[in-house]
């Protein structure tokens, strides 16, 4: 079983966009933006600091400051979803294994192994497999990393394109998770605890 991690299985309460807010500093001092900055982000083991480095944007101190203090804001404010723990206990105790696959900045996965109590099997974080969803290698390697074939292996995320079209490319199973809706189907499911039911 693989999640999805912000939006499947935590939420960020205090949302400051930190490195969108980089970006923005970065454009309004002549830096284009290009399609590949998320991804550049996303694919490198960097903090605020090294991405405004390895970007060319130059911070006075206390915009430096204020990054810091919205990305600090922003980890300080994540939580799991309720039913994330009891669901993953579930599927451990059933001999499922359990990973993570996220696209995300180095910074947001400590919270994340910090605030579940239980070890999983695998964390693939864009910033150390530097790729990211839908990239067909990354699925392929989290299902490598699992010793498990595509087909045996069931994704669930939020993100249509990055958790249920991508993996299904390379042959793996598939879920929406809709938090939004109040009945489950067969592609797609509003709790993680209905994810159970269709196991």
């Not at 994540?78 to 910074?107: E, M, W």
Request: hydrophobic share 40%; charged share 25%.
């Amino acid at each position: 079983m693989v999640f999805d991690v912000y939006g499947t299985i935590a939420a960020i309460n205090d949302r400051r966009s930190p490195f969108a807010r980089l970006l923005q500093i970065g454009a309004l001092r002549g830096r284009a933006r290009t399609k590949e900055d998320s991804r550049t982000l996303m694919t490198n083991l960097w903090g605020l600091h090294e991405a405004a480095q390895f970007l060319g944007v130059e911070l006075t101190a206390t915009e430096f400051d204020e990054l810091e203090q919205d990305l600090e804001a922003e980890l300080d404010s994540i939580t799991l979803y309720a039913d994330v723990v009891p669901t993953i206990r579930a599927l451990q105790r059933r001999g499922i294994k359990v990973a993570l696959c996220s696209n995300l900045a180095k910074p947001y996965a400590a919270p994340i192994t910090r605030l579940l109590p239980m070890p999983l099997e695998v964390y693939a974080w864009s910033f150390e497999h530097q790729a990211i969803k839908p990239d067909r290698s990354f699925y392929k390697q989290v299902c490598e990393e699992l010793m498990c074939s595509p087909n045996q292996v069931l994704m669930i995320g939020d993100t249509p394109s990055a958790d249920v079209s991508g993996p299904r490319e390379v042959g793996m199973q598939s879920l929406l998770l809709d938090r939004k809706a109040t009945t489950n189907s067969k592609d797609k499911v509003y709790t993680l605890t209905g994810l159970l039911d269709l196991l």
